[in-house]
């Protein structure tokens, strides 16, 4: 009785750890290879290369090459480099070593800016300069292009004379700098294209109208900026300190405003 109890007992435990052997996962699968390049095809070297379902990392070498132990025949590998975009890359191990690509990271220090004597970028501009592109200019439909900078310069405050449409604005960048109007209205320089825009915002048409202020003629007109289509500026740039006049000299007291016009540009025809 006793000896049919203990076979009984074994077969029961073979029974047991063969089941227990046949759930056990295998990880006989061949890892991720692949290299991680930019663009041109240049190697990155210290790319994080990760598996997405197990979290398993591996760097990548001075080749741009790595290599993971993979849990299952496909899945996704996410890499990453400093400043580089993120990118997740599916993979399946029958497709054999990946070879992917990683984008540049748009980078708002590396956005060019029109200054007086050239061009430069955020990065390397040591002067206070802001830059209104065509984008932003388009996002409202406005006739006068000092109306679509109002609220987007940091020191520079726009105010329209009269709710009349054409009418001029009042423009000033960092306060007032005269207290006498007859000495100076406070206004910026305008330059377009590189040439000094000689009306600047001093107001035309000074015939008595709606636009004008009723108590003083001489404050009210229209403003000469109408004349500039907003939709053919490229960009503007608004300098703010002593860079702008260092360059347009007593003109530039009260900052500047260059602003760039849209040109034709050589294209492939198709």
Not at 13 to 29: G, R, V, W
């Amino acid at each position: 009785m006793k000896k049919t109890i203990l076979i009984s007992v074994l077969a029961m435990l073979c029974l047991f750890f063969k089941a227990t052997a046949q759930d056990k996962p295998t990880s006989s699968a061949a890892p991720v290879t692949g290299q991680v390049t930019d663009e041109q095809g240049l190697p990155l070297p210290g790319a994080t290369v990760q598996l997405l379902s197990t979290n398993a990392m591996s760097v990548t070498g001075k080749n741009g090459v790595f290599r993971i132990p993979a849990a299952a025949t496909s899945g996704t590998v996410i890499v990453s480099f400093i400043g580089y975009t993120t990118l997740k890359y599916p993979y399946k191990l029958s497709d054999g070593p990946l070879l992917i690509r990683l984008k540049p990271a748009a980078n708002s220090l590396d956005e060019v800016q029109v200054i007086a004597y050239g061009k430069t970028t955020k990065r390397y501009n040591t002067g206070n300069v802001t830059s209104i592109s065509a984008a932003d200019i388009e996002k409202q439909p406005v006739s006068n292009v000092l109306a679509a900078l109002e609220g987007r310069v940091p020191g520079m405050v726009v105010s329209q004379t009269s709710g009349v449409a054409g009418s001029s604005f009042n423009v000033q960048i960092r306060g007032q700098s005269a207290l006498d109007a007859t000495l100076s209205r406070n206004d910026p320089l305008f330059v377009i294209d590189g040439v000094t825009f000689e009306s600047g915002n001093t107001a035309t048409n000074q015939i008595n109208s709606a636009a004008n202020n009723p108590t003083s003629i001489s404050s009210g007109g229209l403003s000469p900026l109408n004349t500039i289509n907003p939709a053919d500026i490229e960009s503007i740039e608004v300098l703010k300190d002593a860079d702008a006049t260092a360059i347009y000299g007593s003109r530039a007291a009260n900052g500047v405003v260059l602003i760039t016009t849209k040109k034709a540009k050589p294209v492939k025809l198709k």
